[in-house]
């Protein structure tokens, strides 16, 4: 394996594990809200998280790796996983949307990262691209809905 092979594994282990943190946040969030049109887009959600880590895992073992089944919690990922555990403790619907908010920043952040990287072959740059493209536009409506003044603090 060469090292451009084994830096491709890398990127898609890392966006493996951002997609199922994503898919628990958001199944997380859906069970915390009342409002059913949350609950419907948090669980949309979730599903499209997993189905993505279920895409990347499929790509690894065509490259011949291993999808990672462990591995520690990055600082910033700890950090907003813990406040999006305060969030659901509280059950504020605007605090949730801050959280996930914050967790889809993550997301995009780890999608430009790995295109940014030089030597992935075009199959892999154009799965992560499109699920870029799917994580920059939760990422948009998630901050819209937080922003609005159905969901504003009261």
Not at 37 to 56: G, I, N, P, T
Request: proline content about 2%; charged content about 30%.
């Amino acid at each position: 394996m060469t090292t451009n092979d084994r830096k491709t594994l890398l990127v898609l282990n890392n966006l493996i594990r951002a997609s199922r943190d994503a898919e628990q946040g958001y199944l997380a969030a859906a069970d915390a809200v009342p409002e059913p049109e949350l609950v419907e887009m948090f669980a949309a959600y979730a599903l499209q998280r997993a189905k993505f880590a279920d895409e990347l895992q499929e790509r690894l073992r065509i490259l011949r790796g291993t999808p990672e089944t462990h591995g520690g919690l990055g600082g910033d990922v700890h950090r907003t996983w813990m406040g999006f555990r305060a969030a659901i403790e509280s059950n504020d619907s605007h605090a949730i949307l801050s959280e996930c908010e914050r967790g889809e920043d993550l997301a995009v952040m780890a999608c430009r990262d790995a295109l940014a990287e030089r030597d992935l072959d075009n199959q892999t740059r154009g799965v992560i691209q499109r699920h870029y493209e799917f994580v920059q536009a939760a990422h948009d409506r998630v901050r819209q809905l937080r922003d609005s003044t159905v969901y504003a603090h009261r």
